[in-house]
């Protein structure tokens, strides 16, 4: 039962966060930095969105080892692998008749896609698996260089904005207000769904 409930939670909360990333790409008006690089990627390279996202995440895997000094994680690759197939589904089929083109419905598709983002990552962190290398990446900087975890969560951050920028990604509003959104939701989800976990897999 308790793996059930495990890969149910995984399979949901990848659901979850891969429609939010892709509610976000669609709102067109910024994304969240390492999202954003892969839009920029997708249309200079002419790869889909899917594609940047899982070779990006397996370009960190490496990264990632060399500065934890530790065997890649070849379970975050297929993670990763997962995540970049569910976003091309959402973008190219999911979401595929919804196009935003005011403001408001822009702002509202950023804001639902931030809500389904940080309660999608709440439910997959209970599976316990390896995380996105991208996450990773900021607790590889973090011990590392000996900085503290905000100050590492603002480096990645930083150098992923800076790729987006130089590759023309979806910087912008939206970028900003993901950044300053998600760490709440994160927060407040994160305890329910543990509760809600530790409940089902008790049973």
């Known amino acids: 039962m308790?793996?059930?409930?495990?890969?149910f939670f995984y399979i949901i909360?990848?659901?979850?966060?891969?429609?939010?990333?892709?509610?976000?790409?669609?709102?067109n008006i910024g994304a969240a930095p390492w999202?954003?690089?892969a839009v920029g990627e997708s249309r200079l390279f002419h790869l889909s969105v899917g594609t940047c996202i899982f070779i990006n995440g397996c370009v960190l895997i490496v990264i990632n080892a060399i500065l934890l000094r530790k065997k890649m994680e070849l379970l975050a690759a297929l993670s990763i692998f997962l995540i970049g197939m569910?976003?091309?589904?959402?973008?190219?089929?999911?979401?595929?008749?919804?196009h935003p083109l005011l403001f408001s419905e822009k702002l509202t598709f950023l804001l639902i896609g931030v809500?389904?983002?940080?309660?999608?990552?709440?439910?997959?962190?209970?599976?316990?698996?390896?995380?996105?290398?991208?996450d990773t990446l900021m607790v590889a900087?973090?011990?590392?260089?000996?900085?503290?975890?905000?100050?590492?969560?603002?480096?990645?951050?930083?150098?992923?904005?800076?790729?987006?920028?130089?590759?023309?990604?979806?910087?912008?509003?939206?970028?900003?207000?993901v950044a300053f959104t998600l760490g709440f939701v994160i927060h407040y989800a994160y305890p329910i769904m543990e509760k809600l976990y530790t409940s089902l897999s008790s049973k």
């Not at 909360?13 to 709102?27: D, F, Q, V």
């Not at 569910?86 to 919804?98: I, Q, S, T």
């Not at 905000?150 to 910087?171: K, S, W, Y």
């Open 141 to 177: 900087i973090h011990k590392r260089f000996g900085l503290n975890i905000r100050d590492a969560r603002f480096v990645n951050e930083a150098i992923a904005v800076t790729l987006a920028i130089i590759f023309q990604g979806a910087v912008g509003i939206g970028t900003v207000i």
């Open 13 to 27: 909360g990848l659901l979850m966060l891969t429609l939010g990333i892709s509610l976000i790409i669609r709102a």
């Open 115 to 134: 809500l389904l983002l940080g309660v999608g990552i709440s439910i997959y962190l209970q599976a316990h698996l390896p995380s996105s290398p991208m």
């Open 86 to 98: 569910l976003v091309d589904f959402w973008l190219n089929e999911g979401l595929a008749l919804f």
């Open 35 to 37: 999202d954003a690089l």
């Open 2 to 7: 308790k793996y059930g409930v495990r890969a």
